[in-house]
């Protein structure tokens, strides 16, 4: 009988670790290793009602996890402290690896990396544009040091 109960119990522990590593993975999930710290939103209809209400603007970033630019750009992103703190309190943040149909997530192409910024008018931002002409929204890790 007490064999039972101390493998029962020893199931119950294991179950609730695997819980606990799923919910870990969840919150995770969202950042897709662009910031834990930052409150990520999970699609951009969320994004864009989040944005609505916060007055914050939107920040999309579009990005492969096998596209080397898009792994440098990750890696700039996150070790740079003052972007982080950015965009953790001053845009509602979103970052997509599927691609999407929608033409206002791709107003210049369906190319990655790519990050997009929308205003509470729910206007892209054409103003805010990186430096290659075929591609207005590529940002490079060398573009952080640009930032205003």
């Known amino acids: 009988m007490l064999r039972w109960v101390l493998l029962a119990l020893f199931f119950g522990i294991c179950a609730s ?3 606990q590593k799923k919910k870990k993975e969840k919150l995770q999930s ?3 290793g662009w910031g834990d710290n930052i409150s990520w939103v999970k699609s951009y ?3 864009l009602s989040k944005m609505v209400s916060s007055q914050k603007p939107l920040m999309v970033i579009h990005h492969r996890d096998d ?4 792994q440098a750009l990750k890696k700039a992103f996150v070790a740079e402290k003052s972007i982080q703190k ?4 001053d845009f509602i943040m979103l970052n997509l690896v ?6 206002h997530q ?8 790519r990050i997009l910024f929308v205003d509470p008018t729910m206007t892209v931002r ?3 544009a990186g430096k290659y002409s075929n591609h207005l929204y590529t940002y490079t890790p060398d573009d952080m040091a640009h930032r205003e």
């Open 126 to 128: 054409g103003d805010i």
């Open 45 to 47: 209809e969320e994004g």
């Open 17 to 19: 670790a695997g819980d």
């Open 86 to 89: 950015m965009a953790k309190e």
């Open 67 to 70: 596209c080397p630019y898009s």
């Open 98 to 103: 599927e691609d999407s149909n929608d033409k």
């Open 30 to 32: 969202l950042s897709r």
């Open 106 to 113: 791709a107003p210049d192409g369906y190319y990655v990396p």
